[in-house]
């Protein structure tokens, strides 16, 4: 939450749709690391936050990845560690990051000339930060992604790093959590049986009904085969004068 004054937004804007801004753009090298938010980030905040909502979702999103890939293969880090060990690295740069989000919630934000008026934060776990908590604010609440306290999978988001923030938690210590400003999040699908493939209930299933039909195939065609033998036997011995019912029917003509 922040406590100080507006934000003008002639100030520092890149164009529309521009992923990447510069590293000196609306007051971003003011920003300190491993600090608390303070009026010092209150540009670069809804700058970035903007600057989000502006860019085209697919463009940022393959710059957060590339971003990314490129810090793996030079620091040789998992994503978590590197953002706490060289935050300045990954100051107003787009990034990528898949995992599960913790608790959502939703308030409104200081008073600011782009006109954002409520904004969303999500206690966020990266795949590879090991529990480590990261923060997510954004704008756009997905429909499938309830506000409360609920763990969320499959999520992943494209956003801007902001800073390494302290935060107060329950347990009475401040934490650590890189701060990244999103327009939104997005929450994967779950994904359904492919129905060409092998589903070993279903085989279960299909196999024993198969069986079953079997069954009553097997047992129908030896009746009849029985009937047939019978039908036979019946007519040889009427042949004879000997007259006899047909077992295989009650009632009249036919013994119970």
């Not at 937004?9 to 690391?33: M, Q, R």
């Amino acid at each position: 939450m922040f406590v100080c004054c507006r934000v003008n937004a002639d100030d520092a804007a890149p164009a529309v749709g521009e992923v990447i801004p510069s590293p000196n753009a609306f007051g971003l090298s003011d920003v300190k690391d491993n600090s608390r938010l303070g009026p010092e980030d209150n540009e670069p905040y809804f700058s970035l936050l903007n600057l989000a909502r502006e860019a085209k979702p697919e463009a940022l999103r393959q710059a957060g990845k590339k971003f990314v890939s490129e810090r793996f293969e030079k620091s040789h880090v998992p994503l978590f560690k590197d953002m706490l060990d060289n935050p300045g690295a990954f100051r107003g740069k787009p990034v990528f990051l898949r995992g599960h989000t913790l608790q959502v919630i939703e308030y409104e934000p200081l008073k600011n000339d782009f006109g954002i008026d409520k904004v969303y934060e999500a206690s966020f776990f990266e795949e590879d930060a090991q529990g480590n908590l990261a923060t997510i604010v954004f704008l756009e609440k997905p429909e499938n992604l309830e506000l409360g306290t609920q763990t969320v999978d499959g999520v992943s988001v494209s956003g801007y790093f902001l800073k390494m923030y302290h935060y107060d938690a329950e347990d009475a210590h401040t934490h650590k959590a890189p701060y990244i400003l999103a327009r939104t999040l997005h929450i994967a699908t779950p994904t359904k049986p492919d129905a060409g493939g092998f589903n070993v209930l279903g085989g279960i299933v299909f196999g024993v009904v198969a069986l079953i039909l079997l069954a009553v195939v097997y047992v129908q065609w030896r009746e009849q085969q029985q009937r047939r033998e019978q039908q036979k036997a019946n007519a040889l011995r009427k042949v004879d004068g000997i007259e006899v019912s047909d077992p295989f029917h009650s009632g009249p003509g036919g013994t119970a």
